[in-house]
Every structure is written in structure tokens, then in C-alpha cells.
């Protein structure tokens, strides 16, 4: 199994950005297929990004596209969410997970999961 550490979060203006890190601890970390997911209050969580396990493939959500880049360090262990042009849509707590499927959308096909790191988007 893998431990996961959110961080980046924090208070930030519409427009701005923020760029979140996943840091990633146990077996065999480059195996895994990655995934950012977000969960704003009295809502279900969502698809935001995800990442093959080399990092050679993602996937976006329609939401962010355009906006949001995932990446990853296999040699850091580390899963990266840089955010730019955001705005108060995108307030919600971020999480990021692990799944031995190919990256896929669904929250049911992740394994291993972070806390979570909040981000509020201001007017």
C-alpha cells in the first residue's frame, strides 16, 4: 500500500493560482496510476485529473482543462497539481489517490487516498 500527503492549499483570489503537491510514501510508487479528485460541500467528489503511471498519459476533467496541469516526480515520489485562473467554482478540498487500474475517472477504481488540502477561491 502507499501513504498520501496533501499540501498547497490555501486562500487565493479569482485569477490567481496555486500549485498543490501529493507527497507519496510505501511500495513501488512509479506503478501506480494517479488522480486528483475535489469535494466542495453538500457535494459529491469529482474527477479533476489523472495521470498514467509514467506520466506519459492524463486526462482532464471539461472543468479544468486548460487550466490545471497534473505531473508527476517518480523520482521524488511526489504528485504535482499546478492551478491557474481560478475562480470561486473551484473552492472545494483537494484529494489525491492511487489506483492500480489505468487512470480512470471514476472515484471507485482509486485504492489509496490522502487526507486532503483545502482550497478557497475568493471573488
Known amino acids: 500500500q502507499v501513504q498520501l500527503v496533501e499540501s498547497g492549499g490555501g486562500l487565493v483570489q479569482a485569477g490567481g493560482s496555486l500549485r498543490l503537491s501529493c507527497a507519496a510514501s510505501?511500495?513501488?510508487?512509479?506503478?501506480?496510476?494517479m488522480g486528483w479528485f475535489r469535494q466542495a460541500p453538500g457535494k459529491e467528489r469529482e474527477f479533476v485529473a489523472a495521470i498514467s503511471w509514467g506520466g506519459g498519459r492524463t486526462s482532464y476533467a471539461d472543468s479544468v482543462k486548460g487550466r490545471f496541469t497534473i505531473s508527476r516526480d517518480n523520482a521524488k515520489n511526489t504528485l504535482y497539481l499546478p492551478m491557474n485562473s481560478l475562480t470561486p467554482e473551484d473552492t472545494a478540498v483537494y484529494y489525491c489517490a492511487t489506483t492500480t487500474s489505468s487512470w480512470p475517472r471514476a472515484p471507485d477504481e482509486y485504492d489509496y487516498w490522502g487526507q486532503g488540502t483545502q482550497v478557497t477561491v475568493s471573488s
Open positions: 510505501g511500495r513501488s510508487f512509479s506503478t501506480y496510476a
